[in-house]
């Protein structure tokens, strides 16, 4: 039963293909940054948001310009009581009017909608650095998860092959009964893991659709695309200091929330205007009737022209209560540019640590894993010399299978780690790097061939 079931179990993991896309496209970790920028929902929302606020400049600059109107008014009594005024009234115009005077309405009004503008920009900005750090950190998850199904797939495969040479040992009278039991527990408690590293990575594949903003195809499939590339480890060495000035200046929601405070600057000169007079001039041309008889002829017509003039003298302290709201939401807006500062800096610093711990997790592991391959390869030697158990050999297997995928995750969180600071610095993460320019270019063959190396597990547990 067990030998069937283990049968059928590698039936399935290996003699289905792999996920794959019939004329899909692939996709680098930049190339898939880019198609994020272009196609994300939250992006796309973003960048409406900056054409409606241009939308509310030309609004607002409308002050500026002439305004053009045209009015008229008919009607006609049924019946009246005698009189000698006519029974039909009408009249129609057509006008220019032109603000003179606003005590500084249309001026800062057209100033909020510029500042506004700048801020949706900045808003845009913001998303669009977000989006692209859950676009990194969504692709290295990515390739995390299929070098975990490699590293298990192969571990997998070897300890299968170490159960066939246990029962061949077992019938051939060499060992007992208990070594292939064993054999078939390891490859027992390997299948799930193998299982689940699988649909991790479909969860994957997913979570990067989702950010693509495409819609997860009907079927087996579970995304229209590949991606290329490996889990590799580029070393970066940032400096703390340099890192929190490039996100005091560079961060856009730092100048997102400078322009609210800017924008109640200009909001609160738009409601003591309400304070000062409006003076508009007009002219235009009226067509209009005269009821009086006495007055004059019926139909009257000719050009016009005046001044138009407002003072709220006493508005029962409207204005007043506007301008004392304005005042308490820029006092609001000074402290969210503080905190601001404080969360930013935080986000820098928390980042800067999780590299720091990266880079010391990194290092220990791959040590870890040259380690676990000695120590297998002495634990084959053994019991090929008969001084060492099988149970030996197996935990050393599947120690040299913990170290690799400890590995790669460390790789993972480094480069999490590194998308994250270069996210809360909004510069690019070359330009982070002081330490390692140089060496990163000596030594990018070699950590290739270590992402390669670390998802490739030992052939075979056995040396006979």
């Known amino acids: 039963m067990r030998l069937e079931f283990s049968a059928a179990a590698l039936l399935l993991t290996f003699g289905l293909p792999a996920p794959s896309w019939a004329a899909v496209p692939a996709y680098t970790i930049d190339e898939g940054v880019a198609l994020a920028q272009a196609q994300n929902p939250e992006i796309a929302i973003a960048r409406k948001k900056v054409q409606g606020a241009r939308g509310g400049w030309i609004e607002a600059r409308s002050g500026y310009i002439p305004s053009l109107t045209s009015s008229g008014l008919y009607d006609k ?38 500042l506004n503008i700048d801020k949706a920009n900045y808003e845009l900005q913001e998303i669009v650095s977000r989006v692209t750090l859950d676009v990194r950190i969504a692709f290295n998850e990515l390739l995390l998860n299929r070098a975990k199904v490699r590293v298990r797939q192969h571990s997998v495969r070897v300890l299968d092959e170490e159960l066939k040479s246990q029962q061949q040992s077992f019938s051939a009278g060499i060992v007992g009964k208990l070594n292939v039991q064993r054999a078939e527990v390891a490859l027992a ?43 590799q480890y580029q070393p970066n060495h940032p400096d703390l200091n340099d890192c929190l000035a490039r996100a005091d200046a560079n961060r856009a929601v730092i100048k997102a929330r400078q322009k609210d405070i800017e924008i109640e600057d200009r909001q609160y000169i738009l409601d003591r205007s309400g304070l000062r007079p409006h003076v508009r001039a007009f002219s235009g041309y009226e067509v209009y009737s005269e009821r009086d008889p006495e007055v004059g002829q019926e139909f009257n017509y000719g050009y016009v022209v005046g001044i138009n003039a ?3 003298i006493f508005d ?29 800096a935080s986000e820098v610093r928390g980042a800067f640590f999780d590299l720091e711990q990266a880079e010391r997790v990194l290092e220990t592991e791959t040590r870890n894993v040259q380690t676990a391959d000695e120590a297998l390869e002495i634990a084959k030697g053994n019991f090929a010399a008969g001084l060492g158990t099988q149970l030996d050999t197996l935990q050393a297997a599947s120690d040299v299978t913990r170290t690799r995928t400890t590995r790669l995750s460390a790789i993972y969180l ?3 780690a590194l998308a994250r600071l270069a996210h809360a610095c909004a510069s690019p993460a070359e330009a982070l790097d002081f330490a390692s320019k140089i060496k990163n270019a000596r030594n990018e063959n070699q950590n290739a061939a270590q992402a390669a190396d670390v998802a490739r597990p030992p052939a075979k547990l056995s040396q006979r």
């Open 77 to 114: 009594r049924q019946q009246q009581s005698e009189t000698r005024l006519r029974e039909e009234d009408y009249n129609a115009r057509l006008q220019v009017e032109q603000n003179l005077y606003t005590g500084g309405a249309v001026t800062s009004q057209v100033a909020i909608a510029q």
């Open 189 to 231: 408690n390997e299948q799930p893991e193998l299982f689940n590293a699988d649909t991790q990575l479909r969860n994957s594949y997913l979570r990067l659709s989702e950010l693509f903003g495409m819609d997860a195809p009907s079927g087996t499939a579970v995304a229209p695309f590949e991606v290329s590339g490996e889990l």
């Open 310 to 312: 407002t003072w709220n």
């Open 316 to 344: 029962g302290f409207a204005t007043k209560g506007r301008m004392q709201a304005t005042h308490a939401r820029r006092e609001a807006a000074v402290q969210a540019l503080a905190a601001a500062h404080r969360s930013v």
């Open 414 to 416: 480094h480069n999490v």
